[in-house]
């Protein structure tokens, strides 16, 4: 069974800071996905990268797609209130019919 | 257009009850999915259809739930002879193919406390 472990579980920064938070799988991802999730609504799809390598930005997020297509990171620059949320990174199961989440990384942006 | 629908928003039932939660999907969604959320467990997958078939349920944590889908659309979760543990967030997702080729979509979930 595929286990995607994120870190940091907490983070808490000031307005404008950067941060970087990771996700690392178990095994090959088949196609990762980084989802924020705001309190009391469900989680939102922010990007999906499949390309081991692979570099995409969203505005002030860069996603990273490691190499060996085990691990990504997740890149936020001059980080604002707005940004705070729960990150969760996520692929699809061995049978090909969900997505599997990480427990995600909850992040506190204060000004 | 809409997005996913859930109700209640939020749920209190007492220990021994039975409980239904409803899913609305995005109208046109063929593919739909539950999913638990608990602090410290992270989302846990429940089960998922296809149309109205569930191919996968593999993720219902025993025999006291149980979900259908009526006309390819509306979706309940009854968890009957509710316990304490089953309180989390429970969410609803639809998105417009079967598998997760495309993008999920999620309702903001009903919270449900066992008392």
């Known amino acids: 069974t595929q286990l995607l472990e994120q870190s940091p579980q907490f983070l808490s920064i000031q307005e404008g800071e950067n941060l970087t938070v990771y996700c690392n799988s178990s095994?090959?991802?088949?196609?990762l996905q980084w989802y924020r999730q705001e309190p009391g609504e469900g989680p939102v799809l922010l990007v999906t990268?499949?390309?081991?390598?692979e570099v995409k930005k969203l505005k002030r997020l860069t996603f990273q797609f490691g190499d060996a297509r085990k691990d990504s990171s997740l890149h936020i620059t001059a980080a604002q209130p707005g940004d705070t949320g729960l990150y969760l990174c996520?692929?699809?199961?061995?049978?090909?019919?969900?997505?599997?989440f990480g427990k995600g990384t909850t992040l506190s942006v204060s000004s | 257009g809409a997005g996913v629908s859930q109700s209640p928003s939020n749920k209190v039932t007492e220990k021994g009850k039975d409980v239904e939660l409803r899913c609305d999907p995005i109208s046109g969604h063929t593919a739909l999915y539950w999913y638990r959320q608990s602090l410290g467990q992270g989302l846990e997958f429940l089960i998922y259809f296809q149309g109205n078939s569930a191919p996968d349920k593999s993720g219902l944590p025993s025999d006291r739930f149980s979900a259908e889908r009526t006309g390819g659309s509306v979706s309940t979760l009854t968890i009957q002879r509710t316990q304490q543990e089953d309180s989390a967030v429970y969410l609803c997702?639809?998105?417009?193919?079967?598998?997760?080729?495309?993008?999920?979509?999620f309702g903001n979930g009903t919270r449900l406390t066992v008392t």
């Open positions: 990268v499949v390309t081991g390598g």
């Open positions: 997702a639809s998105s417009l193919e079967r598998g997760t080729n495309s993008p999920l979509h």
């Open positions: 996520a692929d699809t199961n061995q049978a090909g019919t969900a997505l599997i």
């Open positions: 095994s090959v991802f088949s196609s």
